[in-house]
């Protein structure tokens, strides 16, 4: 490298410059792959113990490193960022991929159970099967409200209002997981990873550092190309150079990491190492189709031994003859082919890979498949309820609904069509829905489907607020003929609150022979349990608050009772505002994540005005009727 310096600092001619830093970049690959992560692995092995590991963040092939550990863990709010270690996980027949979840949500004391769990639910959407919150500080028994905590935004810990509450958030992800962590990944496409373009470009640092497509990919093809399957419903993997010689054909397609594939996609790549090539054709000979967007690469990347390698490389180039096929260009290779176009819809076609049209209803999707039939993972990610017939691209003798929320669960309303099946759904705004499918008949009771029977009918008249846990004091017991927030009655000790407050109301039987009732409590601040004569009937953490009351559970009168957790951010703001001493460790531990909340590097709620807590309403009955 030393006769070379000129180049590494892109003072020689363009070519040049590009190549010998390729070569730089992926010794420095070489190095952290072989002599770091495949080392800590062989060395874990020999303690009996897994690695689970982030390799993002790396100027080195995330896709490589994520691949030579046990269980790759992502972290962040963005899908196409999980894919990068959900596929290494698919791509290496490992089956766990991992998350560090909700570290950073909102900032500091601000987040709530339906803030966690909408996140949580598009980790499950990026292929993660396996969720880790983050870490928290141990916390004597004896500490002073809050206890100790430390940087990470969303407090998990029992000093948190919402905590009685986090085992309904738990159970849910515990049963997705338990779905989504049994058969195998059911992805169409592998997405070939461009990364030794990168390594080739000049300009800015000599490292990147490689996160996912923020930054080191913005703008280019290969965001385009993933954005767009993702947001039209194609299911897809990426995959490294490295990972593509582990690539075989088999009767069904591709096989990498024991999972099937349809088809390779290369992203209009400029590069390609001679091997990459030759491995490609080799499929392509084997009955592989090789899809193309816009063009071949057109070169091999670096400067060692380049004459012999863009020989080789030509001579592979010269061997595709690209002629019209329709809506695309054909290669002929053996008993397969290269297809080639601008148009990603016409690619995908002929590679006869599936488009799940739900992704334009608004659902996003993630699809598994068992020994009889497929797994669903179905989440509107909208503000607006959704119910429809959604069509699924599998075929199916029957079809069972698991609600993990609520423990609904039946079999589906659901019919045939010319391409798969349709599935009857209902989803408020940010509910997910598990839809599992079998090749064979399953009975089973009929998953209840609901209809408005009659116009909803608010619950009016006198509310009684006990508050019941919390601080700094427990505010005096306090009536109201009109919910809102708390913090907005008379007196400091409501504003300053975070805890727990009991709602406590008296209805009457509604008129009608409706046999069953939905109960919405409207907006809540931040989770409720609902009691309904004593008996409790649900615990809600949204986004959407509302539970069903059979008939018979309804009295002449009735007492319905609901315990409100507040978030501590009310309590927090009190504290800064009196110079409460209680970020006891070192200061970087508690930055803020928005700089108007920082006050000498620190964060500091002193300025925050009270926060809405409590039941807001209204809180209505809708007689329902079951399909």
Known sequence: LKNYLPALFGKSTTDLNSRVLYDYRSVIDELLLEHFTEAWHTWGK???????????????????????????????????RFKFASSAANVMGKPLASSESATWLDEHFLSSWRDVKKAIDLYFLGGVNHIFYHGT??????????GWLFYAAVHFQPTNPQWKDFKTLNDYITKVQSFLQSGKPDNDVLLYYPIIDRYSQTGGELLQHFDGMERNFTGTDFEHVSKWMLDKGYSFDFFSDRQLQNVSVGINGLISGGNNYKTILLPANKFISEKSFQKLVDLAKGGATVLVYKSMPSDVPGFAQLEGRQKLFQQLAAGLRFTDDGNVNKATVGKGGFYLSDDLENLLSAARTRKEVLADKGLQFIRRKNADGSTYFINNRTDKAFEGWVPLAVKA????????????????KWKATADGIEVMLQLQPYESIIAQTY?????????????????????????????????????????TNKLGSWTEFDGEDVKNFSGTAKYSTIFQKPAGNASSWLLELGKVNETAEVFLNGKKLATLIGPTFQTTIPSSLLKQSNTLEIVVANLMANRISYMDRNNIPWKIFYNTNMPARRKENAKNGIFTAAEWKPLPSGLLGPVTLTAIKYE
């Open 137 to 146: 500080e141990y916390s004597p028994k004896d500490a002073p409200w809050p």
């Open 46 to 80: 020999t303690k009996g113990g897994m690695v689970r590991n982030q390799s993002h963040g790396s100027p080195a092939n995330t896709l490589d490193l994520y691949g030579a550990v046990d269980i790759p863990e992502t972290e962040g709010t963005d899908i196409l």
């Open 439 to 479: 090749n064979s008949k399953r009975p089973g009771t009929a998953y209840a489907y609901y209809e408005e029977a009659a116009k909803s009918q608010e619950i009016k008249g006198a509310w009684t607020i006990e508050f019941l846990s919390g601080g700094p004091v427990l505010p005096a017991k306090q009536s």
């Open 397 to 412: 003798s029957s079809v069972a609904l698991f609600d993990a929320m609520t423990n609904k669960n039946g079999m589906a």
